[in-house]
């Protein structure tokens, strides 16, 4: 029923679902519905008999915001015996068998409060099949913000439609410069989200880049947070925090590595769709692209933090990382 809602409930202190609440909560003579937007349903056929409405293939793409704080407004005052809310809820329903039309009653009904692009493309049929393969291997794709995290699930096996494109972009295009530098460009114009979710890629490339992001992620916090490690790193290092800032570029490399191909295609990526990265590897890729990353912005006396964003930087990388691992 709710597949087709852009978003999860997004919590109490959220400002639109705090202005709801107020209002739940005033003695005003206003109508809840005069100021707010309710409900909105899509349906492939609606019959009216009396007062009942019977609808088919139902569909709630708007209004989840407004259901939940109701629910915990009503919740919160369960004991109250003087409860009496005889207030009304604005619902919209709309029958269409148009696919075209559905996607813009969705985009329309959801431009009300600030919707970042990733979430308008929640309900393309490649979201749908990438969360459901996730799922299937026990990681969750947040393709409705917020939805497994209010279902508790693990934090750090949740991937966001936004971070699963950076990874794509990095790892399968090689182009981290722009994964960490443009992240909600690649969403924005329709060519470049179809390069990214497309069906020329397989769901198992999916997860791969996700899980190796994430494992990449796990990896750097151990070492910058141990005492010791076999890595120098010198001040400049230090304070630009640069070793995270690498990592969609440390994520590239690793493919490089077990490829032994500069110039890898997208279709290379398969073949390695089901490896784990060892922690040697991750060490000593990290290692060299620390040293490269010196050679590159050192020279040309600019900020680490900027020089990693350049397109010059990974064409270096790319041309010098040595390809005979052990």
Request: charged share 25%; aromatic share 10%; with cysteine.
């Given at each position: 029923?709710?597949?087709?809602?852009?978003?999860?409930?997004?919590?109490?202190?959220?400002?639109?679902?705090?202005?709801?609440?107020?209002?739940?909560?005033?003695?005003?003579?206003?109508?809840?519905?005069?100021?707010?937007?309710?409900?909105?349903?899509?349906?492939?056929?609606?019959?009216?008999?009396?007062?009942?409405?019977?609808?088919?293939?139902?569909?709630?793409?708007?209004?989840?915001?407004?259901?939940?704080?109701?629910?915990?407004?009503?919740?919160?005052?369960?004991?109250?015996?003087?409860?009496?809310?005889?207030?009304?809820?604005?619902?919209?329903?709309?029958?269409?068998?148009?696919?075209?039309?559905?996607?813009?009653?969705?985009?329309?009904?959801?431009?009300?409060?600030?919707?970042?692009?990733?979430?308008?493309?929640?309900?393309?049929?490649?979201?749908?099949?990438?969360?459901?393969?996730?799922?299937?291997?026990?990681?969750?794709?947040?393709?409705?913000?917020?939805?497994?995290?209010?279902?508790?699930?693990?934090?750090?096996?949740?991937?966001?439609?936004?971070?699963?494109?950076?990874?794509?972009?990095?790892?399968?295009?090689?182009?981290?410069?722009?994964?960490?530098?443009?992240?909600?460009?690649?969403?924005?114009?329709?060519?470049?989200?179809?390069?990214?979710?497309?069906?020329?890629?397989?769901?198992?490339?999916?997860?791969?880049?996700?899980?190796?992001?994430?494992?990449?992620?796990?990896?750097?916090?151990?070492?910058?947070?141990?005492?010791?490690?076999?890595?120098?790193?010198?001040?400049?290092?230090?304070?630009?925090?640069?070793?995270?800032?690498?990592?969609?570029?440390?994520g590239m490399l690793l493919v490089v590595k077990i490829l032994q191909k500069r110039d890898y295609k997208p279709k290379d990526v398969e073949s390695i769709k089901?490896?784990?990265?060892?922690?040697?590897?991750?060490?000593?890729?990290?290692?060299?692209?620390?040293?490269?990353?010196?050679?590159?912005?050192?020279?040309?006396?600019?900020?680490?933090?900027?020089?990693?964003?350049?397109?010059?930087?990974?064409?270096?990388?790319?041309?010098?990382?040595?390809?005979?691992h052990s």
């Open positions: 029923m709710f597949a087709f809602n852009v978003r999860d409930y997004q919590g109490s202190n959220v400002e639109v679902n705090k202005d709801i609440k107020t209002t739940l909560e005033s003695n005003e003579k206003l109508d809840f519905w005069w100021l707010n937007n309710g409900i909105t349903i899509l349906s492939s056929r609606a019959s009216v008999a009396g007062k009942t409405i019977s609808l088919d293939d139902v569909q709630v793409v708007n209004g989840l915001q407004t259901t939940n704080t109701i629910y915990h407004y009503i919740k919160n005052r369960e004991a109250d015996n003087n409860l009496n809310e005889e207030r009304a809820v604005l619902i919209k329903i709309v029958v269409t068998n148009e696919p075209e039309t559905r996607d813009r009653v969705i985009k329309a009904t959801n431009f009300q409060t600030p919707i970042p692009p990733a979430s308008l493309k929640a309900t393309d049929p490649i979201q749908l099949d990438i969360e459901n393969f996730f799922l299937n291997h026990e990681w969750f794709y947040d393709r409705r913000k917020n939805y497994y995290k209010n279902t508790g699930k693990q934090l750090d096996r949740i991937i966001s439609i936004p971070y699963l494109a950076q990874s794509v972009i990095a790892i399968v295009f090689h182009e981290p410069d722009i994964a960490r530098s443009r992240p909600s460009s690649i969403l924005k114009k329709d060519n470049d989200y179809k390069r990214v979710f497309s069906q020329k890629i397989s769901l198992e490339v999916y997860l791969l880049c996700a899980r190796t992001m994430k494992n990449l992620e796990s990896s750097i916090r151990n070492f910058t947070s141990s005492k010791s490690n076999d890595l120098t790193i010198n001040e400049q290092w230090k304070h630009a925090s640069p070793i995270r800032i690498l990592m969609f570029h440390l089901n490896i784990d990265f060892s922690n040697e590897l991750i060490m000593n890729t990290l290692a060299e692209l620390i040293q490269l990353t010196n050679n590159y912005v050192n020279p040309r006396e600019i900020p680490i933090n900027i020089g990693i964003k350049q397109k010059d930087f990974v064409t270096f990388i790319l041309e010098n990382v040595l390809l005979n």
